[in-house]
């Protein structure tokens, strides 16, 4: 993965591109329309340095897209290679609604499988597993994008996820505490 | 290690082996701040994932507190092209 700095670079760039638009656009904004704004900013310029090199930022980029009011300022954030990142975030819904039919399959499968164990040590192990089945369904709530990957991937993607979403954060307050010196003076 | 332990299900794609697995997670243990000072090396994984859930949930929340921020700081200034720029030179 890219070094850190290079990221929050990336990253600070399209943000400022996206609020940039945002208050040319429009004039009076209430306090949660700025707000969201920011937000959807912050997480799309985010996604995008990524360069839909990952499943999570793809998502994120399709499920912005999907919002007309949001269009114009993703596709600002993107830039050029707008066409061929929603192209791409495209594939992956189309993607999904073949592995949840294969899913539901597997899963009913599954179920009449463990009906059958019966001693203490399975018990014991099969609690364990159904505690991390359960633990990983949260997590593939939280990932966007998560619900339709497997366990191996979700956990790569969290990985990378975790970083953006730190250097998002470090990004933010720095700019959050340079504003509030700025006006200040 | 035996096929029967593989968790891959899916036909035709090589199957990822319980090493390879551990391997994230630990990797996983490592960026949280949580697991990582307790300084204990057996993390169960649904510590681990539950771990991560929080710290991911911690995470947004914070995104969320700073947008607020920045709202009403943004609020009285605009972010205009000269102020971009300062901020720029402040964080490179």
């Known amino acids: ?185 | 290690m035996s096929s029967r332990r593989s968790r891959s299900r899916q036909p035709g794609v090589s199957r990822i082996s319980d090493d390879q697995i551990a391997d994230l997670v630990s990797k996983l243990q490592q960026l949280i701040p949580e697991i990582r000072n307790r300084r204990s090396d057996k993390v169960s994984a649904s510590k681990v994932l539950q771990e991560t859930c929080n710290y991911i949930r911690n995470l947004h929340r914070e995104v969320d507190d700073l947008s607020d921020r920045l709202s009403a700081l943004l609020a009285s200034t605009d972010t205009d092209s000269d102020q971009a720029a300062i901020i720029r030179s402040l964080l490179m």
């Open chain 1, 1 to 185: 993965m890219r070094p850190p700095t290079s990221l929050k670079k990336e990253f600070l760039k399209k943000w400022i591109m996206g609020l940039q638009l945002c208050s040319s656009s429009k004039k009076e904004m209430s306090f949660l329309e700025r707000k969201k704004a920011i937000k959807l900013s912050a997480d799309v310029a985010m996604a995008s340095a990524r360069n839909a090199t990952t499943r999570w930022s793809r998502a994120l980029i399709s499920n912005a897209s999907k919002d007309d009011s949001n269009k114009g300022l993703v596709e600002c954030i993107l830039g050029p290679e707008s066409e061929s990142l929603k192209r791409a975030s495209m594939s992956l819904v189309l993607c999904n609604k073949r592995n949840r039919s294969k899913k539901i399959l597997r899963k009913s499968c599954s179920i009449r499988r463990a009906r059958k164990s019966s001693s203490q040590m399975v018990m014991a192990s099969s609690i364990a597993k159904r505690l991390v089945k359960k633990r990983t369904q949260v997590l593939k709530s939280l990932v966007p994008g998560g619900g339709s990957m497997s366990e191996f991937s979700l956990i790569e993607e969290t990985l990378d996820y975790i970083l953006s979403l730190r250097a998002q954060v470090d990004v933010m307050r720095h700019l959050a505490n340079a504003t509030e010196l700025l006006n200040r003076k």
